[in-house]
């Protein structure tokens, strides 16, 4: 009986290792992981060791039990029993295979874990420097700041010191001045009290001289009274004779000979001008004058405005006097021209007259023309008058003056009486000239009081008085 059971227990003690050897790949299969990703390292390996334990166990206690059965066995063993242990044993070789293979796993897992371990660490390590190596920057960084916020910081506290020293100085300064000043105050104080006491004193003596005061002035009154009326009688014989005197004394050059006279014009005080008296029955009062380029004509707007020049000489007589003048009554203008051939040219004008400074001296009237000379003038009626320095003329970005001398210029004058003196005759359209830009000799303009207008010629060719 015992013998039939035999093969039965081996059979049993062979299906239970199997059991064991899955239960183990089982718990393994639970725990593939262990050596590659998990962190428990310890729980891992506790679980292969058991397992590796267990299948030990189990390999020894079968190959005691297969070495029993085999001695009593050994005798009458069966093919079929043979045929059970071969099978077992190749189920034996499978599993020291399995067991090989689980200890080559173990080991490869056991230095991944190692190899990735040290190569984790080496990077933490490395983080761990570069954190440091930040630390130690920032701090340096600190260290320099600091360092220089305090510098700052001292040097914003020293300036802040002088500051207050200089205020304090000020202050003392100030302080010295106002004790000064009321010492001074209380000396002046004291002085007059002292005043004050001596003036009482003197109150009497004033009072006094108060009472000769106003006699003394009742007296001045009497001589003040006296001495008015004498100097009414004085005023009254002084205006006799200034009338005699203006009596005497011609209006404008009428009925005079050539030369500096001492003249009066109407509303105008007397005054000395240069007088014509051979041209055209006299009487004319010379207001410009060149001959021989020894005066400088071109001048600013001021000069011209007061005048310029000598009147034993070249001259211009000014246009604030030549306003005034041609403003009095009703004046004719008469320009004589001559020549570097020694021919004689005259343009004469009935009503000449021109305006204040605020319109620059406005050429107003000239009225009816005659003469030898072209009527060039009639293009310069209604303009006001330039200088170098005053650009009045309507022609754009350009001043006449610069070019052809001062002149009531349009868009550029034909007529260039202040331009540049030439003592030979030449074509130049900066030369003193009339209308053709050929070069004069000499030019003098004359005005005087409207008298009867007459188109006689003949006096053209009169010389000009030097």
């Given at each position: 009986?015992?013998?039939?059971?035999?093969?039965?227990?081996?059979?049993?003690?062979?299906?239970?290792?199997?059991?064991?050897?899955?239960?183990?790949?089982?718990?393994?299969?639970?725990?593939?992981e262990c050596g590659f990703s998990s962190d428990e390292e310890d729980l891992c390996a506790s679980y292969c060791?058991?397992?590796?334990?267990?299948?030990?166990?189990?390999?020894?206690?079968?190959?005691?039990?297969?070495?029993?059965?085999?001695?009593?066995?050994?005798?009458?063993?069966?093919?079929?029993?043979?045929?059970?242990v071969e099978n077992l044993q190749s189920k034996i070789d499978q599993q020291n295979i399995q067991i090989a293979?689980?200890?080559?796993?173990?080991?490869?897992?056991?230095?991944?874990?190692?190899?990735?371990?040290?190569?984790?660490?080496?990077?933490?390590?490395?983080?761990?420097?570069?954190?440091?190596?930040?630390?130690?920057?920032?701090?340096?960084?600190?260290?320099?700041?600091?360092?220089?916020?305090?510098?700052?910081?001292?040097?914003?506290?020293?300036?802040?010191?002088?500051?207050?020293?200089?205020?304090?100085?000020?202050?003392?300064?100030?302080?010295?001045?106002?004790?000064?000043?009321?010492?001074?105050?209380?000396?002046?104080?004291?002085?007059?009290?002292?005043?004050?006491?001596?003036?009482?004193?003197?109150?009497?003596?004033?009072?006094?001289?108060?009472?000769?005061?106003?006699?003394?002035?009742?007296?001045?009154?009497?001589?003040?009274?006296?001495?008015?009326?004498?100097?009414?009688?004085?005023?009254?014989?002084?205006?006799?004779?200034?009338?005699?005197?203006?009596?005497?004394?011609?209006?404008?050059?009428?009925?005079?000979?050539?030369?500096?006279?001492?003249?009066?014009?109407?509303?105008?005080?007397?005054?000395?001008?240069?007088?014509?008296?051979?041209?055209?029955?006299?009487?004319?009062?010379?207001?410009?004058?060149?001959?021989?380029?020894?005066?400088?004509?071109?001048?600013?707007?001021?000069?011209?405005?007061?005048?310029?020049?000598?009147?034993?000489?070249?001259?211009?007589?000014?246009?604030?006097?030549?306003?005034?003048?041609?403003?009095?009554?009703?004046?004719?203008?008469?320009?004589?021209?001559?020549?570097?051939?020694?021919?004689?040219?005259?343009?004469?004008?009935?009503?000449?007259?021109?305006?204040?400074?605020?319109?620059?001296?406005?050429?107003?009237?000239?009225?009816?023309?005659?003469?030898?000379?072209?009527?060039?003038?009639?293009?310069?009626?209604?303009?006001?008058?330039?200088?170098?320095?005053?650009?009045?003329?309507?022609?754009?970005?350009?001043?006449?003056?610069?070019?052809?001398?001062?002149?009531?210029?349009?868009?550029?004058?034909?007529?260039?009486?202040?331009?540049?003196?030439?003592?030979?005759?030449?074509?130049?359209?900066?030369?003193?000239?009339?209308?053709?830009?050929?070069?004069?000799?000499?030019?003098?303009?004359?005005?005087?009081?409207?008298?009867?207008?007459?188109?006689?010629?003949?006096?053209?060719?009169?010389?000009?008085?030097?």
């Open positions: 009986m015992r013998r039939k059971f035999l093969p039965l227990v081996g059979l049993f003690l062979v299906l239970g290792f199997q059991h064991v050897i899955s239960e183990s790949l089982l718990l393994m299969d639970d725990h593939w060791h058991r397992s590796m334990k267990l299948g030990l166990a189990y390999m020894i206690e079968l190959k005691e039990k297969i070495k029993i059965l085999e001695e009593l066995h050994s005798e009458n063993e069966n093919s079929q029993l043979s045929k059970t293979n689980i200890n080559e796993f173990i080991t490869n897992s056991v230095r991944q874990k190692e190899v990735e371990g040290k190569a984790k660490s080496q990077t933490e390590i490395d983080n761990l420097k570069r954190q440091v190596e930040q630390l130690k920057e920032s701090l340096r960084n600190v260290q320099r700041q600091a360092a220089k916020d305090k510098e700052e910081s001292l040097a914003q506290q020293n300036r802040e010191i002088e500051n207050l020293n200089e205020k304090l100085a000020t202050q003392k300064s100030d302080l010295d001045e106002a004790i000064k000043d009321l010492e001074s105050k209380k000396k002046e104080f004291e002085e007059y009290q002292t005043k004050e006491n001596n003036s009482n004193s003197k109150i009497g003596e004033l009072n006094s001289n108060i009472s000769s005061l106003h006699k003394k002035l009742e007296e001045s009154e009497t001589q003040l009274t006296d001495s008015n009326h004498l100097l009414e009688k004085q005023l009254h014989q002084t205006k006799e004779y200034l009338i005699k005197c203006r009596k005497r004394i011609p209006t404008a050059c009428k009925g005079i000979s050539s030369g500096i006279h001492e003249v009066e014009i109407t509303r105008i005080v007397p005054t000395s001008v240069l007088c014509e008296g051979d041209i055209e029955g006299g009487g004319w009062i010379v207001i410009h004058k060149r001959f021989n380029g020894s005066v400088d004509f071109n001048r600013t707007w001021t000069e011209y405005r007061n005048g310029f020049g000598n009147k034993k000489g070249e001259f211009f007589i000014g246009l604030e006097n030549l306003h005034r003048i041609t403003n009095s009554q009703t004046y004719e203008l008469y320009v004589q021209l001559e020549f570097h051939n020694g021919t004689f040219q005259f343009a004469g004008y009935e009503s000449f007259r021109i305006g204040n400074e605020t319109t620059k001296y406005k050429l107003e009237s000239l009225g009816e023309f005659r003469g030898t000379a072209y009527n060039a003038m009639k293009i310069n009626l209604n303009n006001a008058f330039t200088s170098v320095d005053q650009d009045n003329d309507q022609r754009e970005g350009f001043n006449c003056a610069l070019r052809y001398g001062a002149w009531w210029h349009k868009h550029c004058s034909l007529i260039h009486l202040n331009g540049k003196y030439f003592n030979r005759e030449v074509e130049d359209y900066s030369s003193m000239s009339w209308y053709n830009w050929i070069s004069l000799k000499s030019f003098q303009m004359l005005i005087r009081p409207k008298q009867r207008w007459t188109s006689s010629q003949n006096q053209g060719k009169s010389k000009i008085l030097i």
